[in-house]
């Protein structure tokens, strides 16, 4: 499966700024994602990162709020905006691998707390 | 919309076999997944169903039964390291985008 990494790994940010995270992966992927985890909860789906144009948003989120790259076929960016401790959270990239299925891969996460 | 449910924590003993449930109701369907994930990690891939029946992957089996809406992952032999969350999710019609259950935290105790 394809290699994916994520960075920062973690970060700690005031209230009212940005932070922004990268995920790298190591071949070309049709279909990249963004999912937050808050702390004891499962996975949410943010946005569909595609390459080319406007990222697809699930119901709830906003792009002025999460704005999102996907400049080409190995990278995407997440931006987390005017951050309050409400996004304190585990933010993770997935991609969709599998010839003959829907096979999502995740990257290492990238754990935000916002004081 | 979709509705994913499964019990919320599972404990059982090194060496036994457990298994995790899972029903759900979707507009649409197009694959069950399992994922696992260790306190702290990312979740990792651990089974993909489409069709009805049993997939089996070494230790680990998942069924799906389309028109009961149901899976269940089976753990046999079970170690410590198997103590993690099991994660259930459903990728809907026409969809790559996945929707997760709640998760299921197993500990496995000596």
């Known amino acids: 499966s394809a290699v994916i990494s994520q960075k920062p790994s973690r970060d700690i940010c005031q209230r009212g700024t940005s932070l922004t995270i990268q995920c790298q992966v190591d071949?070309?992927?049709?279909?990249m994602f963004w999912y937050r985890q808050q702390p004891g909860q499962s996975l949410t789906l943010i946005a569909t990162a595609n390459q080319g144009s406007e990222a697809t948003y699930e119901s709830g989120f906003v792009i002025d709020k999460f704005p999102i790259s996907r400049p080409n076929l190995t990278f995407s960016t997440l931006t987390v905006s005017n951050m309050s401790p409400e996004d304190s959270s585990i933010y993770l990239c997935s991609v969709e691998e599998g010839q003959a299925s829907y096979e999502q891969y995740f990257g290492p996460g990238t754990r935000l707390t916002v004081t | 919309g979709q509705n994913i449910d499964q019990p919320t924590e599972m404990t059982a003993t090194e060496g036994a076999i457990v298994q995790i449930n899972c029903t759900y109701q979707?507009?649409?369907?197009?694959?069950l997944f399992w994922y696992q994930q260790h306190a702290g990690e990312a979740p990792t891939f651990l089974s993909y169903n489409v069709l009805d029946g049993l997939e089996e992957k070494g230790r680990f089996s998942s069924f799906l039964s389309r028109s009961k809406g149901y899976s269940y992952l089976l753990l046999k032999e079970l170690q410590m390291k198997d103590s993690a969350s099991y994660l259930c999710?459903?990728?809907?019609?026409?969809?790559?985008?996945?929707?997760f259950g709640k998760g299921t935290k197993l500990s496995v105790i000596p």
């Open positions: 979707t507009s649409g369907f197009n694959g």
């Open positions: 999710a459903v990728s809907g019609a026409g969809s790559y985008q996945l929707t």
């Open positions: 071949s070309q992927v049709t279909m």
